[in-house]
């Protein structure tokens, strides 16, 4: 199975936050007198070791050596997270209930250094962990599963109203619509026409695309903490043992309903194909992996409602179905949200999410 260790903690925002994200991270780019500098206002200042982590598109982040330990450092990009303080406060909330997590303060007990070259945050080393990229088997995908339900019910006695909402209407599927609507009335791309069949699917999939958003904004769905961004690789595992030890890149972790990760979830863990693949023949829904996920996360699961259980499967249907929807109003718009590498990119995208819906509804039968 291919596999990339984590040996650090990985913190970076969901990787469909902005588009360019490589070059903001670049940008982000600290000289090292600078990171020495901001590594003693965190209270090391014996610093023997630093090196440039690059995995992550957001966040600059580094790896520093001590006579404490190893920690990571990392500079927030406030282009994408406009108001750091506050959403290192939800994490700091949430890691209080996640021990193998650790927020390391500032010598004068803030959770993180502002200075005039940006703002900066340092967490805990976590060694011999590992994630995976993909899932390749039913064993992963039910402890990909279960590592979802442990996430939840660790985080089940925060209040959600507590959380900043980090990213507004991220999943609101009225305000995605909206946009939506918007892009084909200014069809500033001149590609309306060429899309005409894709157009027709999303907007007579409306109604049933909308149940989740329109029950949670009713209210019909208790808010809970959510991540928001949980594919597989924000998981990660004890190399030694195979058992769960926490999801990271916690930017993202503000009030919703779970449905919103189980369906991530989903959509990342049960398609066998790329997100970008080019050859939709190739693009399709694993059946397998999508009972062994659930069974992983609904059995012994009696923290949800009997609403949130009906609709697990029609969570992945709902993401996917948002998804398809975020990108080809990008495209309609000429790309201007998603970094591209061609102009159809963004319409691969999204056809590639729209022939999972329809796997999804065939595959699924009653359960969607």
Do not use: W
Not at 306 to 311: F, N, Q, R, T
């Amino acid at each position: 199975m291919p596999e990339y260790v984590i040996s650090l903690l990985n913190i970076q925002a969901a990787d469909d936050l902005m588009a360019d994200t490589a070059i903001y991270a670049i940008m982000l780019s600290v000289q090292e007198n600078e990171i020495r500098k901001v590594a003693g206002r965190f209270g090391f200042h014996d610093v023997s070791g630093i090196s440039r982590i690059s995995a992550g598109h957001i966040n600059a982040t580094y790896r520093i050596d001590t006579a404490e330990g190893q920690f990571i450092l990392q500079r927030i990009n406030t282009s994408v997270f406009t108001e750091p303080e506050r959403m290192m406060e939800n994490i700091s909330i949430v890691t209080e209930k996640i021990p193998e997590l650790r927020i390391i303060k500032t010598e004068d007990g803030r959770l993180c250094d502002r200075e005039e070259y940006g703002v900066f945050r340092m967490y805990n080393f976590i060694p011999d962990s590992v994630s995976y990229e993909y899932i390749d088997s039913d064993q992963l995908a039910e402890r990909m599963g279960k590592a979802l339900r442990s996430f939840h019910t660790v985080l089940s006695g925060i209040d959600a109203s507590s959380l900043y909402e980090t990213l507004p209407h991220f999943h609101d599927m009225a305000f995605r619509f909206r946009q939506f609507d918007e892009a084909l009335d200014a069809d500033r791309a001149g590609r309306k026409d060429s899309v005409k069949e894709e157009i027709r699917f999303l907007t007579d999939g409306k109604e049933r695309a909308s149940i989740i958003s329109s029950l949670y904004a009713e209210g019909k769905l208790p808010g809970r903490v959510t991540h928001n961004d949980t594919k597989l690789s924000n998981v990660l595992f004890d190399r030694n043992t195979g058992e769960y030890i926490t999801f990271i890149d916690l930017d993202t972790v503000m009030p919703g309903t779970l449905l919103f990760d189980t369906g991530d979830m989903i959509r990342t863990g049960c398609s066998m194909a790329r997100e970008d693949e080019e050859n939709p023949e190739n693009v399709h829904f694993s059946l397998s992996y999508f009972n062994a996920m659930k069974h992983g996360y609904l059995d012994g699961n009696d923290m949800l409602t009997p609403l949130e259980s009906s609709l697990f499967a029609e969570s992945g249907r709902t993401i996917t179905f948002i998804m398809a929807l975020r990108f080809l109003t990008d495209y309609l718009n000429g790309d201007v949200y998603y970094q591209t590498c061609y102009s159809e990119h963004n319409l691969v995208r999204a056809r590639n999410q729209i022939k999972l819906v329809k796997e999804m509804d065939e595959v699924l039968g009653g359960q969607v």
